[in-house]
């Protein structure tokens, strides 16, 4: 399909813009629709600022509905021009606050650490040639689609090529070349041969990662990826002189090379979001009691040889767990989730005996074993190497192969890779070779200990692992029907537990409150919530504020230029969705009222000094809501709307006195000057019912379209379908003015003043037991995420219970400190108290196997900092020693156990106290304590 493009050549031959920018948006959205139907590897793509792209965005997205241009019709006079103002054209496409701002050469790069949709977008070649025509500017950032991963393949644009700097033996000259991870070693010595201008057969390259020959690098098709070369590592070119290569490197008496010339390990002056990364990390290699070789794979590793599989026996060497990890470019977040893994105890004791029995290399939900035995080589070097530092290339690079999530150079989530890690780990060592077909059946009132160990026996007989022995329980889930109230109980395994953070931060909200039936005036009121909550809690403090009665309801809207900008009609929808700037409204009705909502905009004709009756028409005001009550056959007419338009002005009628007068035998009603009378004040029944039967002198428009750019007079309307929206305008002139008071229509307060700060209750801190009650607390389901009655035979909204069933060896809580919504994405900083000794959670067990369920903390991954940046780190605790280490990446240190508890406390990891065993170490039994 061609895109026909609107535009017209200038006299310079370049492509001018679209004749509006509707039409300029229906051009790019067709481009964009068209090439994420023919996504394939090797699309190129082109990298967009953020910035210049936002103000594209606006101004191709404001609200025009036609162009400026055009000329209204007879029908259209009345038509409403928007008071906002009009977004200009953006200037030429400018990238250059996303490219580094010195650059050798034409060769431009993007700068480090930038966030996609925050920093930069990405469209498709189309698009960009489309924009460029339009625009000009730049520069162009090209991009390639890749592939990656070995069981499912992902396709991911590569924003970040790798950076390699190559190191020339013969001067010790640097020079940076960037490549694909797709590349071949063959498109690495053509690139640098190039640059260095040598001949190919004249050169090797060693890979020569923290200064150290770990692998000749042979001319192949073997990828960059495939051999875990890292961002901004070192490669060693050597070139033949004379028949022998020239270096300044030797060798020792055990054939490993040393450089002539050594650094000592530093930490480089440069921080990224990741955290700090070594510059020269001093890596060793390790002992031969390890487990070698990648015969699993049959893939090229740079860290281990190609000998088979070999089991020797070994044990926690003096200091053993001591170890840290080489951050290889924003990794912390993978080193936090290792540590806390290769000091849990059950996992250390069996990845250290001979485990290669249980790799299941056939399991089509596994990694062919491969995870299982990269994790177990990376957990027996930290407990065999002492204090020394191990960079985990090959562990990563086994990483990307089978979860490209985590491949590249972003900041990732620790939990979200611990959640990857305990399921890759329990599919590679899952011990079920064949899973059988298993019917699940539904519990029909049958008893719970029943229904559990049916359900526990059937997650065993398709899962049997270390992992499920160690990590996995069982919760019970309860699901209620609102309609039905069929009750439907399932019983589920985990491996950890997400809960809430229950925030302790408030927000005043101040809602105006007017009445949909007239039956008084609008009024304002403010109610303070937890910032955390959701509109239905909104909803049921306003209620308590203006006394709503049983039989009422309240409708929440948000006005934005006059207009009802949207309904906040979701209960479940954060209140972070509100900003303190907006403008709030709750429309009061009676329940029952009718199903069609009409909504009353208000519009003032300004006069024209050519042509006073077409004056242009602005809207002002708040606009009212009501529901029509209609005719089954007839549906609505327009005595319908003019009735309930009178009513929901009604409040708002000045009150005035009426005289009769007697002329020629007829009597008429006289009106004394409003100007005496302004009092206003709520209707009974008998005065709304007088008041709406009142005939109307407003000129009424019905709206043709969603913005109500074309309407047309109520009068050419003999009937109108009933279930819907009906938006009408009512055109305000002086003469109205003088009947109704449109002032408590104007100046609606915002949501939060300016220059309130939100306020902390006294309690700051969150407990965990706080947290765990609020994971277990019975909340309706969201309405994308409903339930499928088995007997309404429809999707529910229903009420979800979770209750803890079985507890494991290992328990691990999640804090979820990070909250993403469509409207905002938050981090919780707050501070959650929790037990290292003695976690008692006997109380919170449904099922009555009579064992106590007390833990330990053992191990704990911590974040700060904030949202897409941000630094892991993690503590951890060495059982024999019975002592804290703090491991940031490299560096290891002993810590107090007095300073596990802080605020960037992310991942807690307990295990389970054996029964009779006192761990308290002088600390008191940490109990639920109600607050």
Not at 46 to 65: D, L, P
Not at 364 to 386: N, Q, V
Request: hydrophobic share 30%.
């Amino acid at each position: 399909m061609t895109i026909p493009d609107s535009g017209f050549m200038m006299e310079n031959g370049a492509s001018c813009l679209p004749h509006t920018p509707e039409e300029e948006k229906r051009i790019i959205d067709e481009l964009t629709r068209q090439s994420e139907a023919n996504v394939k590897e090797g699309n190129l793509f082109y990298v967009i600022s953020n910035r210049w792209y936002s103000s594209w965005k606006r101004y191709v997205e404001q609200g025009f509905g036609q162009s400026l241009d055009n000329k209204w019709d007879s029908e259209s006079q009345h038509m409403d021009l928007l008071s906002s103002k009009i977004v200009d054209r953006p200037g030429p496409i400018d990238n250059s606050d996303i490219v580094e701002k010195e650059c050798e050469g034409r060769d431009l790069h993007l700068r480090r650490m930038l966030m996609e949709e925050h920093d930069y977008v990405l469209v498709s070649q189309e698009v960009w040639e489309k924009l460029f025509d339009w625009y000009k500017g730049g520069p162009a950032l090209p991009r390639k689609m890749i592939s990656q991963g070995d069981l499912i393949k992902n396709l991911m644009v590569e924003v970040y090529p790798l950076c390699l700097k190559v190191i020339d033996s013969r001067d010790n000259s640097q020079a940076v070349i960037w490549l694909s991870k797709k590349s071949s070693v063959q498109e690495l010595y053509e690139k640098v041969h190039t640059i260095r201008g040598i001949v190919q057969q004249k050169a090797c390259i060693w890979d020569y990662f923290n200064k150290e020959k770990q692998s000749l690098l042979n001319a192949s098709n073997q990828t960059l990826e495939q051999l875990n070369l890292q961002m901004d590592q070192e490669i060693l070119l050597e070139v033949q002189v004379d028949g022998n290569y020239s270096s300044q490197y030797s060798m020792d008496s055990t054939g490993n090379d040393l450089a002539l010339v050594t650094v000592e390990p530093s930490r480089s002056s440069m921080t990224i979001a990741g955290g700090p990364t070594l510059s020269n990390g001093n890596s060793m290699g390790y002992n031969n009691n390890v487990l070698h070789g990648s015969a699993l794979s049959g893939s090229a590793s740079t860290d281990t040889d190609d000998r088979p599989y070999v089991y020797n026996p070994m044990k926690k060497g003096d200091k053993g767990g001591l170890a840290g990890l080489q951050n290889l470019g924003n990794t912390c977040f993978m080193n936090s989730s290792l540590q806390c893994l290769v000091h849990t105890p059950p996992l250390v004791d069996y990845f250290l005996q001979d485990y290669s029995d249980e790799i299941n290399t056939d399991n089509p939900l596994g990694m062919h074993g491969e995870l299982a035995f990269a994790f177990g080589e990376l957990l027996r070097k930290l407990w065999s190497s002492g204090r020394t530092t191990i960079a985990p290339r090959a562990f990563k690079g086994k990483l990307a192969r089978f979860a490209p999530q985590f491949s590249g150079y972003n900041q990732h989530d620790s939990q979200e890779l611990l959640a990857f890690l305990l399921d890759g780990l329990h599919e590679d060592l899952n011990r079920v070779k064949n899973k059988p077909y298993i019917e699940t059946k539904d519990s029909d009132g049958r008893p719970d200990e029943e229904v559990a160990d049916e359900c526990w026996k059937n997650h065993k007989a398709r899962n049997d692992s270390l992992i499920v022995d160690v990590c996995q329980g069982q919760y019970k889930s309860t699901l209620v029907c609102p309609v039905c109230a069929k009750v439907s109980i399932t019983f589920d395994p985990f491996m950890y537990l997400s809960v809430p953070l229950p925030s302790t931060v408030t927000r005043s909200i101040t809602v105006t409150v007017l009445y949909g039936d007239g039956r008084g005036l609008p009024m304002p009121y403010t109610v303070t919530l937890i910032k955390d909550r959701c509109v239905k809690d909104l909803i049921d403090a306003l209620s308590t504020a203006c006394c709503l009665k049983s039989d009422e309801s309240l409708l929440l809207a948000e006005i934005y230029e006059h207009r009802i900008y949207r309904y906040l009609e979701n209960p479940s929808e954060h209140l972070s969705s509100i900003k303190p700037d907006e403008r709030i409204v709750a429309y009061r009705y009676s329940k029952g009222a009718g199903r069609t909502r009409l909504e009353i905009m208000h519009r003032w004709q300004e006069k024209c000094t050519l042509d006073p009756l077409k004056g242009q028409r602005k809207l002002f005001g708040t606009p009212l809501v009501t529901y029509l009550g209609e005719d089954q056959i007839n549906g609505i007419n327009g005595v319908d709307i003019e009735r309930a338009v009178s009513t929901s002005l009604s409040p708002l009628r000045r009150a005035v006195k009426l005289h009769s007068t007697k002329e020629n035998g007829l009597t008429s009603e006289a009106v004394d000057d409003p100007s005496n009378s302004y009092n206003l004040r709520s209707m009974d029944s008998t005065e709304l019912e007088e008041s709406s039967s009142r005939e109307l002198s407003f000129h009424l428009f019905i709206a043709l379209d969603e913005r109500g750019h074309t309407c047309k007079p109520l009068e050419k309307f003999s009937s109108l379908n009933s279930g819907k929206n009906i938006k009408v305008f009512l055109d305000w002139t002086e003469k109205e003015d003088e009947l109704y008071d449109a002032g408590y229509l104007k100046d609606l307060p915002e949501v939060h003043k300016s220059g309130n700060t939100a306020k902390k209750t006294r309690q700051e801190a969150v407990s965990l037991f706080t947290c765990l009650e609020a994971f277990l607390k019975e909340e309706p389901l969201g309405p994308s995420d409903m339930w499928y009655c088995p007997r309404c035979k429809e999707h529910r909204q229903a009420t979800k219970k979770l209750d803890l069933w079985m507890l494991p060896e290992v328990l691990v809580f999640h804090l979820k400190r990070f909250s993403y919504s469509r409207y905002s994405k938050n981090k919780l900083d707050s501070f959650v108290t929790f037990p290292i000794h003695n976690l008692d959670l006997s109380k919170y067990v449904m099922s009555k196997d009579g064992k106590p369920y007390i833990y330990e903390l053992y191990a704990v991954s911590n974040h700060y900092g904030g949202l897409g940046g941000g630094h892991y780190t993690a503590y951890a605790k060495l059982i024999d020693e019975n002592r804290w280490y703090h491991f940031d990446d490299s560096h290891v240190s002993p810590v107090s156990e007095s300073e596990i508890k802080t605020s960037a406390a992310y991942v807690l990891f307990y295990r389970r106290v054996k029964s009779g065993l006192n761990t308290g170490e002088g600390e008191a039994s940490e109990t639920h304590m109600a607050s």
